[in-house]
């Protein structure tokens, strides 16, 4: 297996338009409106929540296209992929390094809340490669972004439901699988530092055991990706 | 006979140490809530002393100036102190060597003016206080009434240079020792010299340390701007860097090791930027300026609003007497204004999020190319500077005219002019 020129340079340019435009909207004061979360304090967040919903949503489409056979008899989907998948996402971390310095310098955020920061990114990035190296494109798309939703967005508002109206005991546990949730919790003098942490702790978990289980799942299904 | 030389000894060492001979008002004991109260410090050093004077009284900050008192000698120095309450501890201390070697309270008692009474300065030069009628002190229109107090003249231009003159609205000498006072700034902004008799008297210009009218002034954008401006240049020319290393690589057919690197040694290479470059502190002074025009001169009144989330300056420097102004009454604060030689000074101790700004008065007008602009000021700058009554607003004048300030100890100072307005007094 081999990686993509082409792809590989569209993804790593998509991804710092994405994460940059995302910072240089928010902080510059571009829009018709007035973004009222994003002062100083929220610079980091900001980039990181961006980084987040980058590696979440965008990163799947590339997983399965970014790895082209090396040669013509060579099965499309292998295990193989997995060090070169890695590979790039650690070229994205330290693509990304330079605004998450200015962000943490904007937003005056300790080493630790940064490095966690950048860890949830990481994490999650492993994670999705994972599942979609192990469950494949095909088997791995509706399921992955079902579990998406219900991570990202009901579980908080689940735990927002019973704050507000329930009055009985918080489920900030349950919101904590929420990587936004958790990458909210960055700001400084956020009620619960603890979330990056566990969240990191979770799906890196998850991820390592994907990658180790691997060998004992049914080889999915060839990809429909292209050779380049 | 040992107890008795341990005695004498340690008596001659006590008699050797500097100390506090007095400690006055150069009002004669008048003062006003929130305004400066100039104070006369009398020292005396018989082996001399170098060392810092300092004054504190219960407005949530120190004054300190650094003093020389050769061997043998006196000296006396004037020292300014913000007063808000009648029950306030005024004291002085010697302090050398990190610690307080002497304090004095304050020789006299304080009594506060109401704000319908007019603080009037008698010199010696004049006469007596007593020989003042009561009908001179109240004037016929009723509005105001004069309180006269005996002062010596002599440390009046002093206090004057400093700014710290503000509490007096009159003052009263004869007409050889007028000639010789100048008070250049306290008429600027409307104070009154008679050398005959006491006359219907409007108060001067004048800043209450305590003033719940600064908080509207604060500018609602947390972002500093300067530092906002180099973030986004940053990411833009980051950003456009690596395109352009990444579409190198492409069009020239390079491998993915190649592209890898390319894209690695950009962020490289924007990290060491970032880390030799980039601004790091944050701290904004934003100015808010009047200027006053009497018939005597001009003066300028610079409000300076200093904010931080993180950067926390060792001393901010002014190019005058800066004086503590907030919008309300603060706890013990660290805060410390020292005297420079210069008639400047440099504050201590301010720590974000202190919401403590600073005045500074200046006895001339703006510096150069100071045209008229014909934007008028916003509403809050003109109900906080067009207190005294008879000023009345008359233009805003742009921003060539902003007061001299540095900081020291930090890596990023914005100073922005935020609204200048000239006051005039009504004829």
């Known amino acids: ?228 | 006979m040992a107890a008795v030389r341990f005695v004498l000894l340690a008596a001659l060492a006590l008699h050797d140490e500097p100390s506090l001979e007095y400690v006055r008002t150069i009002t004669g004991g008048a003062a006003r809530s929130g305004c400066w109260l100039p104070l006369r410090v009398g020292l005396r050093a018989p082996s001399g002393f170098e060392g810092i004077v300092r004054a504190s009284a219960d407005a949530g900050f120190s004054v300190s100036r650094h003093v020389r008192v050769p061997a043998g000698g006196t000296s006396e120095i004037l020292l300014p102190i913000v007063a808000l309450y009648e029950d306030a501890r005024v004291e002085v201390a010697l302090h050398r060597g990190g610690r307080d070697i002497t304090t004095r309270k304050l020789d006299e008692r304080l009594e506060f003016l109401g704000p319908k009474e007019l603080l009037l300065l008698v010199d010696p030069s004049w006469g007596s206080v007593d020989s003042l009628r009561a009908h001179e002190l109240q004037p016929p229109d009723g509005r105001y009434r004069l309180r006269p107090f005996p002062s010596e003249s002599s440390c009046w231009d002093e206090a004057d240079g400093m700014g710290a003159f503000e509490a007096v609205d009159a003052v009263l000498m004869s007409q050889r020792r007028a000639r010789e006072v100048s008070l250049s700034l306290w008429r600027s902004l409307g104070g009154a010299v008679w050398t005959d008799r006491p006359r219907i008297a409007t108060p001067a210009v004048r800043f209450e340390a305590i003033d719940a009218r600064v908080a509207p002034l604060a500018r609602s954008d947390p972002w500093s701007e300067l530092k906002r401006d180099a973030a986004m240049l940053f990411l833009v020319i980051y950003a456009f860097s690596l395109f352009v290393a990444g579409f190198v690589t492409w069009a020239r057919r390079l491998g993915i090791r190649t592209l890898a690197g390319a894209l690695v040694g950009t962020s490289a290479l924007f990290v060491l930027g970032y880390a030799v470059l980039f601004p790091k502190g944050d701290l904004t002074v934003q100015v808010h300026q009047a200027i006053y025009q009497s018939s005597d001169g001009w003066a300028v009144a610079n409000l300076h609003e200093p904010r931080s989330s993180q950067t926390r300056p060792r001393e901010i420097l002014f190019g005058r007497l800066a004086k503590p102004v907030r919008a309300a009454a603060p706890r013990t604060t660290s805060l410390e204004v020292h005297l420079t030689e210069d008639q400047g000074s440099v504050v201590r101790g301010w720590r974000p999020p202190d919401p403590a700004w600073f005045l500074t008065l200046e006895p001339s007008g703006p510096r150069e190319g100071g045209a008229a602009a014909d934007a008028p000021p916003p509403d809050a700058v003109r109900r906080y500077f067009a207190r005294p009554e008879g000023f009345a607003v008359a233009f805003a004048v742009p921003e060539t005219a902003v007061a001299p300030l540095a900081v020291q100890a930090h890596d990023l100072v914005e100073t922005r002019l935020i609204s200048a307005i000239k006051l005039e007094r009504a004829r």
């Not at chain 1, 599942?131 to 494949?136: D, N, Q, T, Y």
Request: aromatic letters at 12%.
């Open chain 1, 1 to 228: 297996m081999r990686l993509s020129v082409s792809r590989a340079l569209a993804l790593h340019l998509l991804w710092t338009a994405f994460t940059c435009g995302a910072l240089l909207i928010a902080i510059g004061g571009v829009l018709p409106f007035r973004l009222g979360a994003i002062d100083p304090p929220g610079a980091f967040s900001c980039l990181v929540e961006s980084e987040i919903f980058f590696i979440l949503v965008v990163w799947p489409f590339f997983i399965p296209r970014l790895c082209v056979a090396a040669k013509d008899d060579e099965p499309m989907r292998t295990l193989g992929e997995t060090p070169l998948l890695l590979s790039q996402v650690a070229v994205m971390f330290v693509v990304a390094l330079p605004a998450a310095l200015l962000s943490r310098n904007l937003a005056d955020v300790g080493t630790l809340r940064f490095f966690f920061g950048l860890l949830l990114v990481g994490v999650l990035a492993c994670f999705t490669a994972a599942v979609f190296l192990i469950l494949g494109p095909r088997r791995a798309t509706s399921s992955y972004f079902l579990g998406f939703f219900v991570c990202s967005a009901l579980l908080p508002f689940c735990h927002y439901l019973s704050g507000e109206f329930a009055g009985g005991p918080s489920l900030a546990f349950l919101a904590a699988l929420s990587p936004f949730w958790s990458a909210a919790q960055l700001r400084p003098g956020a009620p619960l530092s603890w979330a990056p942490a566990a969240t990191c702790a979770i799906y890196g978990a998850l991820a390592l055991l994907l990658l180790a289980s691997a060998p004992f799942l049914k080889t999915p299904a060839p990809a429909d990706s292209s050779r380049a």
